[in-house]
């Protein structure tokens, strides 16, 4: 492949840049001289990443390895690839913090959940290696074992929770085998609501998937009993599920700043409604989730409104710092209409090697940027790409998905609105779901030549996902070919305002003291009702707790809204103690309220002074009252007694 240093030097003016030919075999000795120096050291060669690591051992600055031949010399436009290795060099030279992680442990406990002689086979397999219990469901004919190695027992799963070293399954219809058993296996009484724990779970059952999103769930193995290969392979799966594994942990997630409930009304529930495996539980006024659990699709962080779950692999603000140095270096050194490839290490790489090898690789426009999973993807990442001067981007995805992706829809959805509103038009944000490397090459080359900002932004922010969104639109907003001051959002947006009905609202302020982000406030000096845009999460909190039902979610972006006053929704005039003139409330409600207690309530007949003590503060009230010598108990109007449990028992029994 042909290395255009000028290019690269260019883009990655700031590091020294050295180049060779056989770095690996003739010119092994530059790499051990680079290597004793202090710092980052970035090699351009992904393939002997294990001989540069293992010449390194010893040094003690970070060492990165970039595919720049796959990426981007083995393309037939490789020839113009110098600025995308500069970019690629320039991104990974942006050192992102370390991951956090859970560990797992297995002591090698497995249930074999099977419908025939297949499960019991998978047991003689592993018999050697783990602690083995065969459940047959609904068993028919099974040859009982001249030799009792395992123990098989009759069951059905009811349901099951959990994870690798910690599932937790519920039986119904449980029934040890006779020892008796002669020519097919014969089980005693059946119970039902046993439980069950064990390490590994290996479902051979052939029925439904015992969890959702089941292919993500650690330490649960299905295959096809009518596929003897796919037994196997789950088979020898299993047999290494033993000892402690280290598991990405993820989400970072603050329960302080979650919006999923107050008082028991339920707010938002974006992250709930989107986990597919069900990590994910209501847990008070706040949500729980299980970072053992949890498989990294991300949507619950690219999703949640305040930030409070965050993707950690690497943190959004790590992300953008990543994508800035991508793009900005890809512009230093010369390269224009640049458009971002989002792709996963396992499914996406592979195919961009393939195409490498056995195709005409990628455009040199095309800038690949590899993540945990596509769908972790936030809006502020979208935003940033743009301000930083892509005309578009790719986000390549299985053709079929191991998860639901309906969440990132919605943030595609958003992004599409964001831009378009902003001047950019045309199909910018799309989805290139497929596992052929031939069409990811057709479709990356049919993407037509957008105009993008005439002058790319360079900031650089730091911070939870809801500030780099703010920044981010802030700059796409000032660098943008059209700078619309509203732009109209989807439903499900975590940005936008609230539309009330001021006839309707009472005031009550119900919704102030649920808002949790105080962007709906109110004055104690009078009754009234503020609202401040850009504090808004779009939670709906407000909405659940509004008694009288005026209050409507409405998803957009006011780019004034950062810089905007408190605006005032509703405004009335206090109603003030006919005794003290201390105000207390507000005056129409307290009209009404007196309007309809005068004459229709024993306690206030009509014309009666008695009635202005609902014109009075709560001090006065209680100072009037026992001037009054009032006795809210005289003169009650007689009624039938309450009646207790026995009357219904004897009324019953009359009947009987």
Not at 93 to 98: K, V
Not at 266 to 293: F, M, N, Y
Not at 440 to 445: A, F, I, S, Y
Request: one cysteine or more; charged letters at 25%; glycine letters at 8%.
């Amino acid at each position: 492949m042909r290395l255009d240093t000028a290019a690269i030097k260019r883009g990655c003016g700031k590091n020294e840049i050295a180049e060779f030919r056989q770095l690996c075999r003739a010119e092994l000795d530059y790499f051990r001289d680079a290597a004793k120096t202090e710092g980052m050291l970035v090699v351009g060669c992904t393939q002997e990443a294990a001989l540069f690591e293992d010449e390194a051992k010893r040094r003690s600055g970070t060492l990165q390895f970039v595919n720049l031949r796959e990426m981007a010399g083995w393309s037939t436009e490789g020839a113009k690839a110098g600025p995308k290795m500069a970019a690629l060099l320039a991104s990974a030279s942006d050192e992102a913090p370390a991951s956090p992680f859970v560990t797992l442990s297995s002591e090698g406990v497995i249930l074999i959940y099977g419908r025939d002689d297949v499960a019991v086979e998978a047991g003689q397999l592993l018999a050697d290696h783990l602690d083995v219990t065969v459940m047959i469901t609904r068993p028919a004919q099974i040859m009982p074992p001249a030799v009792t190695s395992f123990p098989i027992v009759q069951g059905t799963i009811r349901s099951a929770t959990g994870y690798l070293g910690a599932f937790e399954a519920t039986i119904d219809d449980y029934a040890v085998a006779r020892p008796s058993s002669r020519d097919a296996l014969t089980f005693g009484a059946p119970r039902d609501g046993l439980t069950s724990r064990c390490d590994i779970l290996l479902d051979l059952s052939g029925g439904r998937p015992l969890f959702s999103a089941h292919g993500l769930r650690d330490g649960y193995l299905r295959a096809d009993p009518g596929d003897p290969a796919a037994m196997l392979r789950a088979v020898l799966r299993a047999r290494d599920l033993v000892g402690s594994f280290d598991k990405p942990k993820y989400v970072d997630f603050a329960a302080d700043i979650c919006v999923h409930s107050r008082s028991g009304l339920t707010g938002c529930h974006r992250c709930l409604d989107l986990c597919p495996t069900g990590a994910i539980t209501p847990d008070g006024d706040h949500v729980k989730i299980s970072a053992e659990v949890c498989a990294g699709c991300g949507q619950c962080a690219a999703a949640c409104p305040t930030g409070a779950a965050t993707y950690a692999l690497p943190p959004a603000d790590a992300l953008l710092h990543k994508l800035r140095a991508l793009l900005l270096s890809f512009r230093e050194a010369g390269g224009a209409n640049a458009i971002v490839l989002f792709h996963d290490g396992q499914h996406g790489a592979a195919l961009i090697d393939a195409l490498a090898r056995h195709g005409d690789g990628l455009p040199a426009n095309v800038l690949p940027f590899a993540v945990n999973e596509v769908t972790q993807i936030g809006l502020e990442a979208f935003v940033a790409s743009f301000a930083y001067g892509a005309i578009g981007i790719r986000l390549l995805l299985r053709a079929k998905p191991l998860h639901d992706t309906a969440g990132f829809s919605q943030t595609i959805a958003m992004a599409d609105a964001i831009v378009c509103g902003l001047g950019l038009s045309g199909q910018r944000v799309s989805t290139i779901e497929t596992d052929d490397p031939d069409v990811l090459g057709q479709e990356l080359r049919a993407i037509e030549p957008l105009p993008g900002v005439e002058r790319a932004a360079t900031f650089k922010a730091t911070g939870r996902r809801r500030e780099l969104l703010r920044f981010a639109l802030h700059e796409l907003h000032r660098v943008a070919p059209a700078a619309t001051d509203i732009i109209p959002l989807p439903q499900g947006a975590p940005l936008g305002a609230v539309a009330i009905d001021t006839d309707g609202c009472t005031l009550c302020l119900s919704c102030v003291s649920a808002c949790p982000t105080g962007a709906l406030r109110d004055d104690p000096e009078r009754p009234v009702l503020k609202f401040v845009e850009d504090a808004c999460v779009q939670c709906g909190l407000c909405q659940s707790t509004c008694p009288e039902r005026v209050i409507t979610l409405k998803p957009q972006i006011d780019f004034g809204a950062a810089r905007a006053p408190a605006r005032i929704i509703k405004e009335e005039e206090p109603a003030l103690c006919v005794r003290c003139g201390t105000p207390f409330g507000v005056k129409s409600t307290i009209d009404k309220v007196a309007a309809k207690l005068e004459g229709r309530h024993w306690m206030f007949p009509a014309g009666d002074k008695r009635l202005d003590v609902v014109r009075m503060c709560a001090d006065c009230r209680v100072v009037a009252m026992s001037e009054q010598q009032f006795d809210p108990f005289a003169d009650v109007p007689e009624r039938a007694p309450p009646r207790t449990t026995n009357d219904y028992l004897r009324q019953r029994n009359t009947k009987a």
